[in-house]
């Protein structure tokens, strides 16, 4: 099985900071990779797929890069609706595996 | 507008089988796979399987090989998530989550996500 490692686990910044989270998988996985936000008590929300790609209405602050197995989402000016826990999501099609990383809580120093 | 409408809370005593229902609407039903994927409290996100609504194939996380049943009914366009042999580790928020395909990228992700059942377990 690829495992799938966020870091850091938690994080805590200032409104304005640029923010960066990490996703590595334990082996190559193309760009088969999306990112979740989950706000306290809520349902996740897709940002972003293909490892790059803004789903439709996601604010541009957020973004997504890296190929392979490593892997980062930024958030160029975090604001305080940011504040969440952020996963990231592997696809396999053979066998099907669509393994979520254990999460980032973001907080708002 | 599309959406996902899962069925309400459930309580459970260890070693009974629990049955949550996800009635899609707003697109076809038959053209986008469906996903379950539970989150235990302050857990993070677990994914445990897949349903094709148009032929009715699954595919099951290992994890739950065995214990997890996935149907769907064309019909009413439900799927439904059944589990078995129920023990207190799977108390959770059971999520439905529809699988978008993007075409340009070849990527996949989960676009659409019903509202979560909680399911507890205990005696």
């Known amino acids: 099985d690829i495992q799938m490692t966020q870091s850091p686990s938690s994080l805590s910044a200032s409104v304005g900071d640029r923010v960066t989270i990490t996703c590595r998988a334990s082996q190559g996985i193309s760009n088969y990779l999306a990112w979740y936000q989950q706000k306290p008590g809520k349902v996740p929300k897709l940002l972003i797929y293909?490892?790059?790609t803004l789903q439709s209405g996601v604010p541009s602050r957020f973004s997504g890069s890296g190929s392979g197995t490593d892997f980062t989402l930024t958030i160029s000016s975090l604001q305080p609706e940011d504040v969440a826990t952020y996963y990231c999501?592997?696809?396999?099609?053979?066998?099907?595996?669509?393994?979520f990383g254990q999460g980032t809580k973001l907080e708002i120093k | 507008q599309v959406q996902l409408v899962q069925s309400g809370a459930e309580v459970k005593k260890p070693g009974a089988s629990v049955k949550v229902s996800c009635k899609a609407s707003?697109?076809?039903?038959?053209?986008?796979?469906m996903h379950w994927v539970r989150q235990a409290p302050g857990q993070g996100l677990e994914w445990m399987g897949i349903?094709?609504?148009?032929?009715?194939?699954?595919s099951y996380a290992q994890k739950f090989q065995g214990r997890v049943t996935m149907t769907r009914d064309t019909s009413t366009s439900t799927v439904y998530m059944e589990l078995s042999s129920l023990r207190s580790e799977d108390t959770a928020v059971y999520y439905c989550?529809?699988?978008?395909?993007?075409?340009?990228?070849?990527?996949?992700?989960?676009?659409?996500w019903g509202q979560g059942t909680m399911v507890t377990v205990s005696s």
């Open positions: 999501q592997k696809y396999n099609s053979a066998p099907r595996e669509y393994t």
């Open positions: 349903i094709n609504p148009s032929g009715g194939s699954t």
């Open positions: 989550a529809r699988e978008a395909y993007y075409d340009s990228s070849g990527g996949v992700a989960f676009d659409i």
């Open positions: 293909a490892a790059s």
């Open positions: 707003g697109y076809t039903f038959t053209s986008y796979y």
